[in-house]
């Protein structure tokens, strides 16, 4: 995908369905996100599938700021972006190796799908970025932003001491409205894997049974032996996504969240109102990113921009994978 060079977008959907893929349709100077693939007949292919609950409402158009300045206060738009990305692939994805908390990074291959999803999302207005503890999600957030069209410099917030709060601070307000502040929350985190981390996925399941360890890997209550369960992993993600990323939605304010498989799994089955049997066959792959419209209080799913073109890429699915990989 060619770099990000437009000058404004417009985030439209086609009614037929809101689960759609959305690739950039260029025309005189300006970005519309049209669909790509769709959840109709041939999509399968492509690895999207609609949820149930899917919407398909026609929204109006959101403009980006036509310029720097104007672009560095909260929107007064009765809309927000919010989009979510699963990091890219970290060396233990490679390895086959369950990873949970366990902080190692990306892939050479993960860099590259962080700076793909960053293209995807270059037109996208983002005010404020989340990210987990984990460095694969921070690099993640940190090479996509590289490739946003307003060059805005993602910025750490450090708060873990007063010292650290009080020796980051930034004295020049046009330096901060040329950031992005990125909040870090361990509470993001993947789901603690237990006893798991580290062992590899293949062999784990050839010990275990390929069934058993389905269900610790997708289930929602059951948690792998001394790890969290989705449950126990959405208990925390989904609390703080209601308690500090709502209201910044609510306030205007575009946010990106670069988290992992299972913290944004429990935050989209919250979005989508998916039952427990429902997340079970819910998947995301490394790098993709998912944008929701959030207008009237309410999460307005619109898939992943510029869809994905390869068998088996995903930002979201509900076929049901029982392979181990
Ligand atoms: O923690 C891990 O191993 C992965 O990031 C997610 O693993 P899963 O697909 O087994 O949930």
């Known amino acids: ?11 439209s959907v086609k009614p037929r369905c809101a689960s759609a893929s959305f690739g950039p349709d260029r025309r005189a100077g300006s970005v519309r996100f049209v669909s790509a693939t ?34 560095s206060n909260p929107k007064k738009s009765s809309e927000a972006a919010l989009i979510l990305i699963r990091h890219g692939e970290s060396l233990w994805n490679e390895k086959n190796l369950f990873t949970g908390c366990v902080d190692v ?5 993960g860099v590259n799908e962080a700076i793909e999803a960053g293209k995807r999302i270059c037109n996208i207005p983002v005010d404020v970025i989340y990210t987990s503890s984990l460095i694969r999600a921070q690099m993640t957030a940190m090479l ?23 020796w980051s601070q930034v004295y020049s307000e046009e330096t901060k409205k040329q950031s992005i502040p990125v909040i870090t929350a361990w509470q993001l985190n993947e789901r603690m894997y237990g006893e798991l ?9 050839d010990l275990f049974g390929k069934e058993q360890v389905h269900e610790w890997r997708r289930s ?47 935050i989209i089955m919250h979005l989508d109102k998916l039952t427990s049997q429902e997340v079970i066959s ?21 898939g992943s921009p510029a869809g994905p073109s390869e068998a088996g890429v995903y930002a979201y699915t509900k076929v049901r994978v029982f392979s181990i990989f």
Not at 244 to 254: E, M, W
């Open 220 to 266: 929602y209550d059951i948690p792998p032996p001394n790890g969290e369960s989705l449950e126990m992993c959405a208990e925390r993600a989904v609390s703080y996504f209601k308690e500090q990323i709502i209201p910044q939605l609510v306030s205007g304010k575009h946010v990106m969240i670069a988290a992992h498989g299972n913290s944004l799994r429990s």
């Open 144 to 166: 996509a932003m590289m490739q946003h069209r307003r060059k805005k410099v993602p910025i750490i917030v450090h708060k873990e001491s007063e010292r650290a709060h009080q």
């Open 282 to 302: 819910l998947e995301l792959s490394t790098g993709i990113p998912m944008l929701y419209i959030f207008k009237e209080g309410k999460f307005i799913r619109r």
């Open 38 to 71: 769709s959840c109709c007949p041939g999509s399968r292919k492509l690895g999207l599938v609609c949820a149930s609950n899917s919407q398909s409402s026609v929204i109006e158009p959101a403009k980006l700021p036509s310029s720097p300045e104007s672009g």
């Open 197 to 205: 981390q580290g062992l590899n996925k293949q062999e784990t399941a």
């Open 1 to 11: 995908m060619a770099a990000c060079t437009s000058q404004q977008a417009l985030i």
């Open 105 to 109: 990074p990306l892939t050479p291959k």
